[in-house]
């Protein structure tokens, strides 16, 4: 099947700094979609990309869609400690999402 | 915006009794469900798509009579854990998606429910 590589696997940060994350694939997928997970709780999104090249913002995040539509990160600016939890990326086509291994977030004070 | 409800949050179990996990859009129809399972530090792996009406669909690997999917309903689906066993223990997710409908209203996660066998 599809698989999403996720990287890094865990980032341990200061609060203020940025923080870069991303997803690679082997196939092509027509949305990509970023999730952040807090401890007992389902995933929520965060942004959602529908078209290679889309650049889009959602407060301090910012995801793109890549151009050869097999790839797609995340950047967090200025991080806060409330930024902690797990980022998982997910590619989707039609009703099918596949999810990539996660990004454990740290952030120290 | 599309709020769905996942119940039990957590539930403790004895070997060999079964479970069900109830997963509910709340203000929408959702024609499609679907069950995740997640292990610890691990991301989410797809059990199975639920379409209301019809059979589900489970993906390779995944036993259909251990894990049992029942869409009877726009709005309601369950997963039943049959004669549980500890190894069954992991935290299960569902999403629902609307007709037609385009992320982010199409694809909203239950908040999740973690099955502990004894």
């Known amino acids: 099947g599809q698989q999403l590589n996720q990287s890094p696997q865990s980032m341990f940060i200061q609060e203020g700094e940025d923080v870069s994350m991303n997803c690679t694939s082997s196939?092509?997928?027509?949305?990509w979609l970023w999730y952040k997970q807090d401890p007992g709780e389902g995933p929520v999104l965060l942004i959602a990309?529908?078209?290679?090249?889309e650049l889009t913002s959602n407060g301090r995040l910012t995801a793109q869609f890549g151009i050869t539509r097999k790839d797609s990160f995340l950047n967090i600016s200025a991080s806060i400690p409330s930024d902690v939890g797990i980022y998982f990326c997910a590619g989707q086509n039609f009703g099918d999402m596949r999810f990539g291994a996660g990004t454990r977030l740290t952030v120290k004070p | 915006g599309a709020v769905v409800s996942q119940h039990p949050s957590r539930v403790i179990c004895k070997s060999g009794t079964s479970v069900k996990i109830e997963c509910r859009s709340l203000?929408?129809?959702?024609?499609?469900m679907f069950w995740y399972r997640q292990f610890p530090k691990k991301s989410l792996m797809l059990m199975a798509t639920?379409?209301?009406?019809?059979?589900?669909?489970?993906e390779q690997g995944v036993e259909k009579d251990k894990f049992l999917i029942n869409h009877a309903s726009l709005t309601l689906s369950t997963l039943t854990v049959t004669s549980a066993h500890p190894e069954d223990s992991s935290f299960y997710i569902c999403s629902a998606r609307a007709p037609g409908g385009r992320p982010p209203y199409g694809y909203t996660f239950g908040s999740g429910t973690r099955l502990t066998v004894v």
């Open positions: 639920s379409n209301e009406g019809s059979k589900a669909t489970y």
């Open positions: 196939s092509i997928f027509n949305t």
């Open positions: 203000d929408f129809q959702a024609t499609t």
């Open positions: 990309l529908y078209k290679a090249g």
